[in-house]
């Protein structure tokens, strides 16, 4: 490995890449985000890896970068290779073609460092851990929607979101938060399913609506609390 790591151009061209077979997508901010389509392949990979047995974890890593045991060993123990470093390495190859070590090991390092997209839907103000507090003091009437990655009734509610959100009663507040970033929201709440609509009257919770239902069954969530 070279001390003084890739060239800018070769961050340049292995980025490029990314971006071009879907892995890494480009927002009109200017951020980058790791695609759906990519997480659901190193979904697969984390399910098998992420807690192997060391045993099983050497040996992959010795077959994955083509070193013996010791090798893999060596390289476990320095911290020259992580788990994720491999998870990753094997979702990078299992969606690309004819890619060299040395610039998967480029795109290795960049996937790293971006994070993926939120699963919150374009459009709905997202919160973390440290604004939901300030949201529901701005907004005593307000809606969280909690949603996760790799959630098909997350996906189809969605599909309806327009429907639910025109039930909305005018000057309730809507914001959104991706469930498993957000470890003191669903704690505070008693959160544990997404797809969640959780409701606010006056600051306190009043309902939340979990897993995916028709639009009527929100309206009449939003009419019993907003109405009443």
Request: glycine share 6%; net charge negative.
């Amino acid at each position: 490995m070279c001390a003084s790591g890739p060239s800018e151009a070769a961050l340049e061209s292995a980025l490029d890449r990314l971006v071009e077979t879907g892995i890494v997508d480009e927002r009109p901010d200017g951020t980058l985000v790791t695609t759906e389509e990519f997480e659901a392949a190193r979904r697969v990979y984390r399910d098998t890896y992420a807690n192997a047995d060391d045993a099983q974890f050497r040996r992959t890593v010795a077959e994955t970068f083509g070193v013996s045991e010791t090798t893999a060993a060596d390289r476990i123990d320095d911290g020259t290779v992580t788990r994720e470093d491999l998870i990753v390495t094997l979702s990078l190859r299992a969606v690309l073609d004819g890619t060299d070590d040395e610039r998967l090991a480029t795109m290795t390092a960049l996937v790293g460092e971006i994070t993926p997209a939120s699963p919150v839907p374009e459009g709905v103000r997202t919160l973390d851990d440290e604004e939901w507090e300030a949201f529901l003091a701005d907004h005593r009437d307000g809606v969280v929607t909690v949603w996760r990655r790799d959630c098909a009734p997350c996906d189809a509610l969605k599909d309806d979101l327009d429907a639910v959100l025109d039930a909305l009663p005018d000057g309730v507040a809507v914001a959104g938060v991706d469930g498993e970033a957000v470890p003191d929201f669903r704690n505070a709440f008693d959160v544990t399913t997404a797809p969640a609509v959780c409701c606010f009257r006056d600051g306190d919770l009043v309902t939340a609506v979990t897993g995916r239902e028709p639009p009527s069954r929100y309206a009449e969530a939003f009419a019993d609390c907003f109405e009443t």
